[in-house]
């Protein structure tokens, strides 16, 4: 049982990067993640795999060490610890450590140790980079409240592309390459979304003026999520808030600014992070 004045210097140093602790933990960690990752990418090439093997094996386990260790601090810091162990980063960080101890009954399974590589998202943690942070944050706010609207939108664009496959499969046929109406289907996604990969292309005087108008349409459809994204970053700018602090109950963080509770987990975010 860890003492609630250690716990909660401790959730200071490995959730919060306001402290000069903090700033040098999330500094170290990420050069031990940056280390754990350019130790797997050197063990894939066969004659620096082959020739130093033990060294890199070594190195790898330090860094499992390491982060196991991490691991382990975070669930036991955190007040609600299903809450941070089910979430992006908690994740993320058992994924960290699971492939090198995986490995021990499954030869090949380090490989997956590359996803190490996702942590290096806590980079925008580090230094205080504030104005960093806070933008990435507005962000990821923005994409949450658009995610209805976004989620209607491409409902509309699902419904236009059945239209317009099936139309182009009965107008240009199996002959043009149109065989079947979910290849005209990947056509008229491809055509919409101006990406033109140019390996099935109607061939009928009427297909290329379908095909015309479909671009048309393409250059006005992207438009829509920008404009929707665009007006929720411009709100969530408005109103961020408590965008560094961290919830003491399960780590995450970005709060509406009069938020009085973790909208993830119900604690309340001026409480001590131990208890």
Known sequence: MI???????????????????????DIVLLWVILGSVAVVVLESVPGIGARYQRPLWL??????????????????????????ATSLFGLVDLLAILPTWVALFLPGAQSFQVIRGLRLLRAFRILR????????QVILVALRASTRKITVFLGAILTAVTIIGATMYVVEGPQNGFDS?????????????????GDISPKTPLGQLLASLVM???????????GIVTVEIAQAARMQGRLGQACPGCGREGHEPDARFCRHCGTALDADGGG
């Open 129 to 136: 980079m504030v104005e960093y942070v806070r933008e990435a």
């Open 3 to 25: 003492p609630p004045g250690l716990r909660d210097r401790l959730y200071q140093v490995v959730f919060e990067s306001d402290t000069p602790a903090g700033r040098r933990f």
């Open 181 to 197: 109406i979910p290849r005209a289907m990947y056509w008229a996604v491809v055509t919409l979304s101006t990406v033109g990969y």
């Open 216 to 226: 048309m349409l393409g250059y006005s459809v992207l438009a829509v999520p920008t």
């Open 59 to 84: 190195l790898e386990w330090v860094f499992t060490a390491v982060f196991t260790v991490e691991y382990a601090v975070r669930l036991a810091v955190v007040r609600k610890r299903l809450a941070y």
